[in-house]
């Protein structure tokens, strides 16, 4: 996908992060997706940038990495620092942009969130997954 580029010789991965790309579910999705409906995945150790765009005309977004499991109703502390945009809570105004960039430093099963309040428990949120071993990162849709 053209959301996903990386560089394997220096371990780096960037990816655009699309809030409200398209109308569905009233712009409550990444890149179109929601409720771990996309996965992302790393490898460990590599530094990720997310290219966050609020391309929703009617709502403000913002985006963390957050822990796996249960979704959160608002912001908590990112996984790793620097895994956040700014205005967690009240979000950013339709057309921001800012990237975020971390070093996914430990394995494991994470998901990328809309902290505004209300935003990740009605489906704003993508699997982020940090795999030991793997050899580049990849990008699917999941079940």
Excluded at 18 to 42: E, I, Q, S
Excluded at 92 to 104: C, R, S, T, Y
Excluded at 132 to 141: H, Y
Aim: hydrophobic share 45%; with cysteine.
């Amino acid at each position: 996908t053209s959301w996903l580029h990386f560089d394997a010789s220096a371990k780096t991965a960037d990816f655009d992060l699309l809030a409200g790309m398209t109308n569905a579910f009233a712009g409550l999705n990444f890149n179109g997706f929601r409720a771990g409906g996309l996965t992302l995945t790393v490898p460990e150790g590599w530094t990720v940038t997310l290219h966050f765009q609020n391309k929703d005309p009617n709502l403000p977004h913002s985006a963390e990495v957050a822990p796996g499991g249960n979704v959160p109703s608002g912001p908590v502390k990112p996984v790793f620092d620097g895994a956040e945009t700014h205005s967690l809570d009240t979000g950013m105004p339709p057309g921001a942009k800012e990237d975020a960039k971390f070093v996914a430093a430990k394995a494991g099963s994470y998901m990328i969130i809309c902290p505004v309040p209300g935003h990740a428990a009605a489906g704003m949120w993508i699997r982020f997954d940090v795999a030991a071993g793997a050899a580049s990162p990849t990008l699917k849709a999941t079940p």
